[in-house]
């Protein structure tokens, strides 16, 4: 009458099994309600054990200054690149949103021009003219502690480029198809079409929902990667069993 394929361990399905037969014989649930009812819990289990990302990106050094190897030819690529001073010193990791792969975002320059650098961490760089030698020679400006103004100077940390503006998607993917498993559809995320899916498919008395996550790093989400998306059904179930006992107390209690 119900039929659930799920990557994990046969113990773990067999437990979540039954505890949906528990809610159709000791909560009167249909096996259309039983089976939604236990996707809820999957998907809010499957929720809580999603870390959410930091706000901000990290400041790296360029990847560039670092030899990949130990040869001749890549030490003196490395050398050659920080000695060019037209390379970001610092930057940040992004990923490519289709493939998924990993490149870096120099934050090097900012203002008209980019006549502002960024050479250090802390502090910005412009360059002024000078009245004997007709050079514009780079100064820095570090501000005043404590001053409101320093809010307003330009700084590598404050860069746009930092902010994850998709942070804790993978946990919000999981909350939509909490929200909608009893009507299904497809689902806009954070801006992203088609994030992810709910189809529901009756055949007489069997109900089959299909829970589709299109993220790339679904797995990589989990606080304890892969193993806490195997170990979702058993919480799951076990959630839904201390609710039925609870139900079954309250009913008892009277």
Not at 216 to 228: E, I, L, N, P
Not at 232 to 242: F, G, K, P, T, V
Request: glycine share 6%; with cysteine.
């Amino acid at each position: 009458m119900i039929d659930i394929v799920f990557d994990s361990q046969k113990d773990q399905v067999d437990y979540f099994n039954r505890a949906i037969e528990s809610a159709m014989s000791d909560l009167h649930k249909t096996p259309e309600q039983a089976v939604k009812w236990a996707a809820v819990n999957l998907c809010k289990s499957l929720s809580a054990s999603c870390k959410v990302s930091a706000k901000l990106r990290p400041i790296i050094k360029n990847p560039l200054f670092k030899a990949a190897s130990r040869s001749k030819t890549d030490r003196a690529k490395a050398k050659q690149a920080r000695n060019d001073g037209r390379r970001a010193r610092f930057g940040v990791n992004r990923w490519k949103p289709f493939s998924g792969e990993q490149y870096f975002q120099p934050i090097f320059r900012t203002g008209e021009y980019g006549k502002y650098r960024f050479f250090e961490k802390n502090g910005m760089w412009f360059k002024t003219p000078s009245g004997t030698t007709g050079k514009y020679p780079w100064e820095k400006v570090e501000g005043i502690p404590g001053d409101a103004e320093n809010n307003l100077v330009p700084s590598i940390m404050t860069s746009k480029k930092r902010k994850i503006g998709r942070s804790g998607m993978a946990k919000k993917v999981w909350q939509w198809a909490q929200a909608n498993i009893i009507n299904g559809g497809v689902a806009t995320v954070l801006g992203v079409p088609n994030i992810a899916s709910i189809l529901i498919i009756r055949r007489f008395d069997i109900t089959s929902i299909v829970i589709t996550n299109n993220l790339r790093y679904a797995d990589a989400a989990f606080v304890g990667g892969r193993k806490d998306a195997d170990t979702a059904l058993y919480r799951a179930a076990d959630s839904m069993q201390y609710k039925i006992d609870q139900a079954l107390i309250k009913a008892t209690a009277y």
